[in-house]
């Protein structure tokens, strides 16, 4: 049985350090679908569509890479993808204590679900899309910390 991995976040904007968990986590899953939240209630600071261009763009020479947007619970999604897997990145403590409870939560849900958890690169530890929100509100250049350029790129 082919393993895939659905690797969910909101992913606003998808950074290098979502990038490195993406290509690492090929090497253990024979798919990965991304799939970028969309939660009615949130407004975003990345259009979606744009997102998930840019995103799909970052891995046109993968073509175990697929990208999807989701209005769902991320346990029912990954059932309906054929997904035994989420993929998550850990860069500290604080985001663990946040993973446990979803990955109890998700495994409740969807019983043969696992949560695979992949400590960050140290290099990209310190990015977070919330900081590059930031910097790119002020007009401050982000394209370092995305694996994609920004500009330039027509919006779908
Ligand atoms: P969410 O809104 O669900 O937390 P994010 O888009 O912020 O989604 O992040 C998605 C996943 O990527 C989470 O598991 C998060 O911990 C991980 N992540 C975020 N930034 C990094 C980074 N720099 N390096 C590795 N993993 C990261």
Known sequence: MKRIALFPGSFDPFTKGHE?????????????????????????????????????????????????????LTANVARNEGARFLLRGLRNTTDFEYENGISQVNRHIYDEIETVFLITSPHLAPISSSIIRELHRYGQQVDDYLPYKLVAQPVR
């Open 20 to 72: 490195d968990i993406v290509l690492r986590g090929l090497r253990l899953f024979d798919e990965i679908v991304i799939g970028v939240g969309r939660n009615a209630r949130k407004e975003r600071y990345f259009p979606l569509e744009q997102m998930i261009h840019l995103i799909e763009l970052a891995f046109r020479d993968y073509p175990d890479v697929r990208v999807i947007h989701y209005d769902d």
